[in-house]
T-cell receptor, first 116, second 116 residues
Framework: DTAVSQTPKYLVTQMGNDKSIKCEQNLGHDTMYWYKQDSKKFLKIMFSYNNKELIINETVPNRFSPKSPDKAHLNLHINSLELGDSAVYFC???????????????FGEGSRLTVL | GNSVTQMEGPVTLSEEAFLTINCTYTATGYPSLFWYVQYPGEGLQLLLKATKADDKGSNKGFEATYRKETTSFHLEKGSVQVSDSAVYFCALSRPYSGGGADGLTFGKGTHLIIQP
């Protein structure tokens, strides 16, 4: 059973289109994230939700809108796609840890977005 | 703000060589420190962690010790194998009070290549 699953795994689309990436976790975690990994493998946090509530919203264009219908799901919708949006997007969830900051992140396999 | 600095890659070694990947950090308070590994085509997975000063994390022959005095968390392995070829990320926690949303700040990653 996949702990953190995201779909689609590959997404090729034209500039200006709108697309969504879905993420689901079956680990019972309260906290979920979206990370963006660029072509140089640099990972940057985009959003974090805790129990459906937005906690972290880094400097991300408002074309990116996360939606968490319940604590097991965190979807990412992207409007008006641009060339620079091409990247691998990782969903993750975190175990609580014994105290804040000590939990482990569990990552999905990534969704490779290519904007033409 | 918090930041993590890792040695630039790629690092190329022969099988059975000794490995060190340097990691230093800047953070307020007392972060937890992590090493994550990303195998080709996969998401990141936790390799080891340390949650307080002088703790040593270890897993699969890899070790790292949380050194507060030098703000470092260097990854070491005594004898690497071809199967260790991957990208390694050093990271620190960003605990948020009241929410438990443990977003991580990642280093830029070090690509390790082990040759037979």
């Amino acid at each position: 059973d996949t702990a953190v699953s995201q779909t689609p795994k590959y997404l090729v689309t034209q500039m200006g289109n709108d697309k969504s990436i879905k993420c689901e976790q079956n680990l019972g975690h309260d906290t979920m994230y979206w990370y963006k990994q660029d072509s140089k493998k640099f990972l940057k946090i985009m959003f974090s939700y805790n129990n459906k509530e937005l906690i972290i919203n880094e400097t991300v264009p408002n074309r990116f809108s996360p939606k968490s219908p319940d604590k097991a799901h965190l979807n990412l919708h992207i409007n008006s796609l641009e060339l620079g949006d091409s990247a691998v997007y990782f969903c993750a969830s975190s175990s609580p840890g014994q105290r804040p900051g000590t939990g482990e992140l569990f990552f999905g396999e990534g969704s490779r977005l290519t904007v033409l | 703000g918090n930041s993590v600095t890792q040695m630039e890659g790629p690092v190329t070694l022969s099988e059975e060589a000794f490995l060190t990947i340097n990691c230093t950090y800047t953070a307020t308070g007392y972060p937890s420190l992590f090493w994550y590994v990303q195998y080709p085509g996969e998401g990141l997975q936790l390799l080891l962690k340390a949650t307080k000063a002088d703790d040593k994390g270890s897993n699969k022959g890899f070790e790292a010790t949380y050194r507060k005095e030098t703000t470092s968390f260097h990854l070491e392995k005594g004898s690497v194998q071809v199967s260790d070829s991957a990208v390694y990320f050093c990271a620190l926690s960003r605990p948020y009070s009241g929410g438990g949303a443990d977003g991580l700040t990642f280093g830029k990653g070090t690509h390790l290549i082990i040759q037979p």
